[in-house]
């Protein structure tokens, strides 16, 4: 069983359209995040939520929303895509919010590839 | 607020080599330092972690790794590179002051046979 997995691996879409990409995980944690990875391989925290509480939500446009219906589950939905949102996004989830507790480790998705045309 | 450099994007090395990976960070306090691992078309696996302690820290698949605040450094070493170990190179600052775990822009590793 793939400890995080996210759907869709791929997608590919036109500008102002409407997508949203999945994330669940099936290892009890409690905090989930979404990452995303540009085309330099760069590396950045958009959201992160803990018991379906958001707690981090970083400088991202307000077309971005994600929503977490359960622990195990966080979802992204992009409103009105533009180029610039071609990247590949990464869920994770961890076993405490604070990097420094517990084990620290984030366990990652193998990522969506979003290419906006 | 921290943040990591990694100074060098690409670094190839051949096989049976060693091999080191710079890492650079900046914090005012003790930080949590990470080593992640991506293999092509793959998400991010943990090589090793420094919380405490012991500054030389080993991890999965042989690397280890020396924390030296000094320097400011969390550099990776392996003493001897498989073929298998092509891949992204990723180190990783947090902070204890906040929940966020900030990436450095990842060094590409190859390896020739």
């Known amino acids: 069983d793939t400890a995080v997995s996210q759907t869709p691996k791929y997608l590919v879409t036109q500008m102002g359209n409407d997508k949203s990409i999945k994330c669940e995980q099936n290892?009890?944690?409690?905090?989930m995040y979404w990452y995303k990875q540009d085309s330099k391989k760069f590396l950045k925290i958009m959201f992160s939520?803990?018991?379906?509480?958001?707690?981090i939500n970083e400088t991202v446009p307000n077309r971005f929303s994600p929503k977490s219906p359960d622990k195990a589950h966080l979802n992204l939905h992009i409103n009105s895509l533009e180029l610039g949102d071609s990247a590949v996004y990464f869920c994770?989830?961890?076993?405490?919010?604070?990097?420094?507790?517990?084990?620290?480790?984030?366990?990652f998705g193998e990522g969506s590839r979003l290419t906006v045309l | 607020a921290q943040s990591v450099t990694q100074p060098d994007i690409h670094i190839t090395v051949s096989e049976g080599a060693s091999l080191e990976l710079r890492c650079n960070y900046s914090?005012?306090?003790?930080?949590?330092l990470f080593w992640y691992v991506q293999s092509p078309g793959q998400g991010l696996q943990l090589l090793l972690k420094?919380?405490?302690?012991?500054?030389l820290v080993q991890g999965i698949k042989g690397f280890e790794a020396e924390f030296k605040r000094s320097q400011s450094s969390f550099n990776l070493r392996k003493p001897s590179v498989h073929w298998s170990d092509a891949a992204e190179y990723f180190c990783?600052?947090?902070?204890?002051?906040?929940?966020?775990?900030?990436f450095g822009k990842g060094t590409l590793l190859t390896v020739n046979p």
């Open positions: 994770a989830s961890s076993q405490d919010p604070a990097p420094g507790r517990g084990t620290g480790e984030l366990f």
């Open positions: 290892l009890g944690h409690d905090t």
């Open positions: 939520y803990n018991n379906k509480e958001l707690i």
């Open positions: 914090y005012g306090a003790t930080p949590y």
């Open positions: 420094y919380f405490s302690g012991d500054t």
């Open positions: 990783a600052v947090a902070a204890s002051s906040n929940y966020k775990l900030t």
